[in-house]
């Protein structure tokens, strides 16, 4: 790298050509991008407009992730060099060069990454991609493709692998045991209606199963993972067949929305258990706490509640109380 007072220049550059563009790709280092690219317009100063347009959690988090050395970041940052920058390439010595001043770069892609290089102690040699000479409306349109033609990663096939990474904490570790006990075990009513890694019509993903089982596991404290999935085994079994198949509404049960307002009626009716039969929780003790819920329940209320599951978990709640007398 060879720097004067006012330009900056890169080697090993690689001029490509896709359809009715052509862009350069090297690598350079994280602390240049986050003083010399900008979010949003020329005219913002690019630290506050990052702040303005951006998640600053989601830029330390990779601050942190840079600062802690855990990995690296391998994905190119996509950039429209804008005029006053003055790019130059060198086709000789495959070279490129440009002023260092703070909005020589449009980001298309990455805005997060180089907000967390801007955050981050330590720096990174990052690989780039620049455009040159694209107009407000090629930068739009590139923009628009790059973020809305990428598919991510899915958020169930994250959480699959989190186990093969290492990267678990203890209620995901629990919650991942818990959910491939259900998957399979053919004698509980979770048996082929979950799916690990994908969404699946009809199927509960592991993603929702977290999010309707993470907000329980606080409640067993020590137990061990045996217990846990014991006690969730019989009291999912209570509930299918006490208020579920009762209004031959199965299916229902494994909504999304549905099976976690399940779910979150778990501590109630976990609560009335242990008041009545002291802390076994069997499906038979499960099963006559929920009896009087099937009768009182309207199944329009799923309906009724779309996505939301919280006004679900209180019709549960209110059918429950209802059979309570001093």
Known sequence: MNKDPERISFGTVSLVTQGEHKFYTTTIPSEILARTCVAISREENNIDGFQRVLDRKRAQDIADYIDNGLGTVPSSIVLSSQDDAELVYDSKRKSISF?????????????????????ATKTLRVPVVIYDNLNKREESR????????????PSELLLDIKKMAEYENDAEATMRII???????????????????????????????????????????????????????????????SIFDAKNIKDDFFQPTVFKATSGFFPSVARRAKDRFGAIYSYDHFAEVLSPVSDKFRPA?????????????????????SDFHL
């Open 301 to 321: 209320k799923i309906k009724e509640a779309k996505n939301a599951y919280k006004p679900l978990v209180k019709h549960l709640e209110e059918c429950l109380d």
């Open 99 to 119: 002023k260092d001043i703070p909005q020589a770069f449009l980001i298309l892609d990455g805005q997060h990454r180089v907000f967390g290089f801007a955050l």
């Open 142 to 153: 590139l923009f628009i493709d790059i973020n809305s033609k990428q598919k991510g990663v």
């Open 179 to 241: 959910f491939d006990r259900f998957k399979d075990d053919p004698s509980t009513v979770l048996f082929s209606k979950l799916s690990p890694s994908k969404k699946v019509s009809g199927k509960i993903t592991r993603t929702v199963f977290n999010a309707a089982v993470g907000p329980l596991v606080k409640l067993f404290k020590s137990m061990s993972d045996d217990e846990v999935y014991d006690i969730l085994k019989a009291y999912y079994q209570a509930a299918f067949d």
